[in-house]
T-cell receptor, first 112, second 114 residues
Framework: QKEVEQDPGPLSVPEGAIVSLNCTYS??????FMWYRQYSRKGPELLMY????GNKEDGRFTAQVDKSSKYISLFIRDSQPSDSATYLC????????????FGSGTQLTVLP | KAGVTQTPRYLIKTRGQQVTLSCSPI?????VSWYQQTPGQGLQFLFE???????NKGNFPGRFSGRQFSNSRSEMNVSTLELGDSALYLC?????????????FGPGTRLTVL
């Protein structure tokens, strides 16, 4: 079993829809949680960064972390065709173990 | 502020050769990490360098090595290339300020081994 599980999709939604992306994890030591967006043949771009449990909002994006359930989510409101990409969740223990453990990525297509 | 830069962007090598990839972190960032991305295994951590010292290493064979220079620039080397080393190699830099763990990625070097 992988430490971080993510539904690979593909996920296809109409423009303007609310998108929900999720990851589950098994290592309770993870404290830092990130969401990256990766366009085809590009490097991952950091979208959201949260520490421990709670919600964080940035424009159309909201990240939620529920450490008790070992579950993190990314919501995209008013989705746009330009949001079409692969979304990767990533997490780390932090301090002396800073390496990121990634989910497999969810491929999202927003149809105009 | 300029982002993470990686050179070269594309590389074609044959089995048995060695390769060196270069990464320049965001100005002021002192931590550099390397990752390998393949369709089958996804993104996997290779190693992290801070102040010219390797702090963590992922589960990769000794053919994969790296180093960091005093200006925080980093290189990774893969010796005796195998077909399975074909991948996108990504470098990420981190500010390490306030305990922050954000890592910012470069565009990657796409290595093809023939």
């Amino acid at each position: 079993q992988k430490e971080v599980e993510q539904d690979p999709g593909p996920l296809s939604v109409p423009e303007g829809a609310i998108v929900s992306l999720n990851c589950t994890y098994s290592n309770s030591a993870f404290q830092y949680f990130m969401w990256y967006r990766q366009y085809s043949r590009k490097g991952p771009e950091l979208l959201m960064y949260t520490y421990s449990s709670g919600n964080k909002e940035d424009g159309r994006f909201t990240a939620q972390v529920d450490k008790s359930s070992k579950y993190i989510s990314l919501f995209i409101r008013d989705s746009q065709p330009s949001d079409s990409a692969t979304y990767l969740c990533a997490m780390s223990i932090g301090s002396s173990a800073r390496q990121l453990t990634f989910g497999s990525g969810t491929q999202l297509t927003v149809l105009p | 502020k300029a982002g993470v830069t990686q050179t070269p962007r594309y590389l074609i090598k044959t089995r048995g050769q060695q390769v060196t990839l270069s990464c320049s972190p965001i100005s002021g960032h002192r931590s550099v990490s390397w990752y390998q991305q393949t369709p089958g295994q996804g993104l996997q951590f290779l190693f992290e360098y801070f102040s010219e010292t390797q702090r963590n290493k992922g589960n990769f064979p000794g053919r994969f090595s790296g180093r960091q220079f005093s200006n925080s620039r980093s290189e990774m080397n893969v010796s005796t290339l195998e077909l399975g080393d074909s991948a996108l190699y990504l470098c990420a830099s981190s500010p390490l300020t306030g305990g922050g763990n954000e890592q910012f990625f470069g565009p990657g070097t796409r290595l093809t081994v023939l």
